[in-house]
């Protein structure tokens, strides 16, 4: 019998956005609505909090996204912590465990559940708990090449030159020929909205959320070795706050803070997607499981891998609280 979802699943564009309008007004003296559109009239939204009226007042701000259309998790796991600050309760009316009035008193949150709706939307499932076959996951995740293997990975690409069977909804389309993964293209609306908020509040921290088939895991920037001793000692704090907060929750996450990719073109893709942007802000990267882990089998609810996402999100913002 297939699973029912958890009230705090919420996916598509159409199950959360209306409640980012919904909150953006009723809480109007805190919350502030950014919105940028994609081809397509897909909106991408970012939901601001923050009770003071001059965000740098602010020592932490932080910077929650999600820009992966086959990554759900971080989506739900967004808004419901959205929902527990702004009310109290989780949106299946639970009562929220946060230190609240400390955490809207101290720090400015910004958080983006899906700057990709226009893949998420193209979705044929709302969540991956191991239902499907991995070869099906990654084939609806990257899309089917011309000669019926999985697509590759692109920062940006042209339709007419790869012509592929099925294009992945990890892709963003940007124009009637161009596709770009979000979060390693530069004109994508992704990057535009980050640049557009940083611009705006200067966020000290950035955490990207994403779902992977191996161990939880997180993920240092590619350029970890150019910081400064400071930079790099208080990413691998922040890393271990994470990392502590799986462990307590009786997981095994890979011990130690990885590279993305080491010594591969993918890693450059990712250190032109950076340099230069966004100066002085910290950047972690988190994966959790989707779908089937590659070398057990092993599957995870997607009230589990709400809760793995979103364990991350609040180690991250006790972590700033406390000032580490």
């Not at 919105?35 to 939204?45: C, D, F, I, M, T």
């Not at 509040?201 to 994403?210: G, N, V």
């Not at 130690?256 to 002085?280: I, K, L, V």
Request: net charge negative.
């Amino acid at each position: 019998m297939k699973e029912l979802l958890p009230e705090n699943w919420v996916c598509y564009p159409s199950d959360w956005q209306p409640l980012f309008d919904e909150w953006a007004n009723e809480y109007a003296e805190c919350c502030t609505l950014a919105e940028a559109v994609q081809l397509g009239e897909h909106r991408v939204l970012a939901l601001t909090i923050a009770r003071r009226h001059h965000p740098h007042e602010f020592e932490n701000r932080l910077l929650v996204a999600v820009p992966h259309g086959m990554e759900p998790a971080g989506t739900a796991a967004c808004v419901d912590f959205a929902c527990e600050l702004l009310t109290g309760k989780h949106l299946s009316g639970q009562p929220s465990d946060l230190r609240r009035e400390q955490i809207l008193d101290n720090l400015l949150i910004t958080v983006m559940p899906d700057t990709n709706p226009q893949g998420r939307s193209r979705s044929p499932v709302t969540v991956w708990d191991g239902t499907h076959d991995n070869d099906y996951w990654q084939g609806v995740s990257f899309g089917i090449a011309q000669d019926g293997g999985r697509f590759g990975r692109y920062p940006e690409w042209r339709f007419s030159e790869h012509n592929p069977q099925q294009v992945g909804i990890v892709y963003e389309q940007l124009s009637a020929d161009i596709w770009a993964e979000p979060n390693t293209n530069r004109s994508s609306t992704h990057c535009r909205m980050v640049d557009r908020l940083y611009h705006r509040y200067a966020h000290t921290h950035f955490l990207d959320l994403h779902q992977h088939a191996y161990d939880e895991a997180v993920i240092l920037p590619a350029v970890f070795d150019e910081l400064d001793e400071a930079d790099r000692q208080q990413l691998m704090e922040w890393a271990e706050a994470i990392l502590r907060a799986w462990r307590d929750m009786g997981l095994t996450p890979r011990p130690e803070p990885a590279r993305p990719y080491p010594g591969t073109q993918r890693e450059q893709y990712f250190r032109d997607f950076s340099a230069g942007r966004c100066p002085g802000m910290l950047r972690l990267s988190i994966e959790v499981l989707n779908n089937r882990k590659l070398k057990s089998g092993e599957c995870a609810s997607a009230a589990e891998q709400c809760r793995r996402s979103r364990a991350a999100v609040v180690a991250t913002v006790m972590h700033l609280l406390e000032g580490r």
